[in-house]
Every structure is written in structure tokens, then in C-alpha cells.
């Protein structure tokens, strides 16, 4: 999957991951997004390692990586800001 791809798997996994774990995020939507885009990153290179997605095209496995990605980024930048 190319990097354009990657990057709107990215704002539907941030927008996804907003669904899933709604509340005030410091920095908002724009950086809710952000924070989808690099999940999908990470989850879709980790995913790819461990077999649930590939990197080579749009399916389930990718999506599903993507938006875990970006849940667990969204967590940790929750709980870095919040101790900040």
C-alpha cells in the first residue's frame, strides 16, 4: 500500500480511535489525526511483522492494525500529557 494509503487508513484509524476512546485530548482533533497517521504507521510495520496485516494492500488485517495503532498511541500521548 503506498504512503497516500497509509495516510488516509491513518485519519480513519485517528478518527476511529476517537470513537473508540472519546474525552478531551490535549491538541484536539488535528492532533488526534496526526496521532492516527503515525499509528497506522506503527501498527501496520508491526503488524506486518506478526502476521494480522500487510503493508502490501487495504484489508481487514490492515485496518484492524491501523486503528489498534492508533488506540494505543492515543493512550500514550493521553497519559505522557496528563503527567505533564
Not at 491538541?27 to 504507521?41: D, L, P, R, S, Y
Not at 484489508?59 to 486503528?67: D, N
Amino acid at each position: 500500500m503506498g504512503i497516500l494509503s497509509w495516510i488516509i487508513l491513518g485519519l480513519i484509524a485517528g478518527a476511529l480511535a476517537k470513537w473508540i476512546m472519546p474525552g478531551p485530548d490535549p491538541g484536539g482533533w488535528i492532533v488526534t489525526m496526526v496521532i492516527g497517521i503515525v499509528g497506522a504507521f506503527i501498527g501496520g510495520w508491526v503488524g506486518s511483522f506478526v502476521g494480522l496485516g500487510t503493508t502490501g494492500g487495504l484489508s481487514l488485517g490492515s485496518i484492524i492494525t491501523a486503528v489498534v495503532g492508533a488506540v494505543i498511541l492515543l493512550f500514550i500521548y493521553r497519559m505522557v500529557k496528563s503527567r505533564g
